[in-house]
């Protein structure tokens, strides 16, 4: 489990293939990775991967055909990818809860400075839109943000200027493609009201 607030950027240093996926070498920055461990999680722009490796500042970590096909920005070298290591039960959320399962990507529509701020507008797949709303949480590339507005399967959300400094989003362009996670709390409303639905048909 996640916050989305991001510790550092890091960069994809190397994409070797496997027999279904990838190893990629993760120079982390200035993560601090004193008390990271082989086997633990770190969410790279959103993904929840498993550290099987570390050498000094360089972690690596094996990704998925499933996951590759269903996110963004972990498939080239080079790439800046936004990292936070997994929560422990003592420590503050400052975001939102975030389980970094990519639930789909995005579109960027719009990134642009208004006023010191900047306005990101994203169109989300058919298949999330409903889950967005006003004033509620989406995790964007791993960065979790507050919805502004919502139209159809687009929406806005306002980054501050330090959001746009420490985290790769300060990237984005109109065409840009990014990982949206959906807020936790709409995933078991949605089951609820199905499975209100079901007892009822019975």
């Given at each position: 489990?996640?916050?989305?607030?991001v510790?550092?950027?890091?960069?994809?240093?190397?994409?070797?293939?496997?027999?279904?996926?990838?190893?990629?070498?993760?120079?982390?920055?200035?993560?601090?990775?004193?008390?990271?461990?082989?086997?633990?999680?770190?969410?790279?722009?959103?993904?929840?991967?498993?550290?099987?490796?570390?050498?000094?500042?360089?972690?690596?970590f094996?990704?998925?055909?499933?996951?590759?096909?269903?996110?963004?920005?972990?498939?080239?070298?080079?790439?800046?990818?936004?990292?936070?290591?997994?929560?422990?039960?003592?420590?503050?959320?400052?975001?939102?809860?975030?389980?970094?399962?990519?639930?789909?990507?995005?579109?960027?529509?719009?990134?642009?400075?208004?006023?010191?701020?900047?306005?990101?507008?994203?169109?989300?797949?058919?298949?999330?839109?409903?889950?967005?709303?006003?004033k509620?949480?989406?995790t964007?590339?791993?960065?979790?943000?507050?919805?502004?507005?919502?139209?159809?399967?687009?929406?806005?959300?306002?980054?501050i200027?330090?959001?746009v400094?420490?985290t790769?989003?300060?990237?984005?362009?109109?065409?840009?493609?990014?990982?949206?996670?959906?807020?936790?709390?709409?995933?078991?409303?949605?089951?609820?009201?199905?499975?209100?639905?079901?007892?009822?048909?019975?």
């Open positions: 489990m996640f916050s989305g607030i510790a550092a950027c890091g960069r994809i240093e190397r994409i070797e293939p496997l027999q279904d996926g990838v190893r990629l070498t993760v120079d982390t920055g200035d993560l601090d990775l004193s008390d990271v461990q082989i086997g633990d999680s770190i969410a790279n722009s959103g993904v929840c991967l498993t550290v099987i490796a570390l050498d000094g500042r360089l972690a690596r094996d990704v998925s055909r499933e996951t590759l096909d269903c996110t963004a920005g972990l498939d080239e070298v080079g790439n800046e990818v936004n990292l936070e290591k997994a929560l422990r039960l003592a420590d503050r959320l400052g975001g939102h809860l975030v389980t970094g399962h990519v639930d789909g990507v995005g579109e960027v529509l719009r990134f642009a400075p208004v006023g010191e701020s900047h306005e990101l507008v994203i169109r989300a797949p058919a298949s999330l839109a409903g889950y967005i709303a006003k509620g949480s989406a964007v590339n791993g960065v979790s943000l507050t919805v502004n507005q919502v139209e159809g399967r687009d929406f806005s959300l306002n980054l200027p330090h959001t400094a420490v790769n989003l300060k990237h984005l362009a109109p065409g840009s493609h990014v990982n949206l996670e959906i807020d936790l709390i709409a995933r078991y409303v949605e089951r609820m009201l199905a499975w209100r639905e079901e007892e009822a048909a019975q």
